[in-house]
């Protein structure tokens, strides 16, 4: 059964090997799958979209906002999951993620993406 609820965010993003770190704090609406299966849709920002699996190579969607909010640009990249950390039962609290971002064979960097959801 599909379950929802619209909780504040915290989310930090850091490289280790380039000079970039973004902090946002959001509101976001937790949907719960199953037991052990969440989805999380992030208010701001807008349309960011990342499946995460541990050990696999998933999708990072991007929507590019230009003048126009009809027709905005999508950009994919693959990224590659080295480490995930899941805490909190029996709704998630916590989710650090260690990634790599890739573009076809060019490594883009590698990532530590942390979670805080306030409940």
């Known amino acids: 059964m599909l379950t929802h609820h ?15 770190w ?6 976001g609406t937790l949907y719960q799958k ?8 992030l208010h701001e920002p ?3 979209r990342h499946c995460w699996e541990r050990g696999m190579y998933g999708l990072s969607r991007y ?8 027709t905005p640009e999508q950009l994919r990249l693959r990224n ?11 709704e998630p609290q916590h989710l650090r ?8 064979k060019v490594q883009l960097g590698q990532y530590i993406l942390n979670l805080e959801i306030h409940h």
């Open 80 to 90: 590659f999951t080295r480490n995930l950390t899941l805490t909190g039962k029996p």
């Open 97 to 104: 993620l260690e990634y790599e971002l890739w573009s076809e």
């Open 46 to 48: 807008a349309s960011y």
């Open 63 to 70: 929507w590019l906002q230009g003048e126009s909010l009809a």
């Open 34 to 41: 199953d037991r052990d299966r969440f989805h999380l849709l």
């Open 6 to 20: 619209r909780k504040p965010v915290s989310l930090s993003l850091v490289s280790t090997d380039l000079p970039l």
């Open 22 to 27: 973004s902090v946002v704090e959001t509101a």
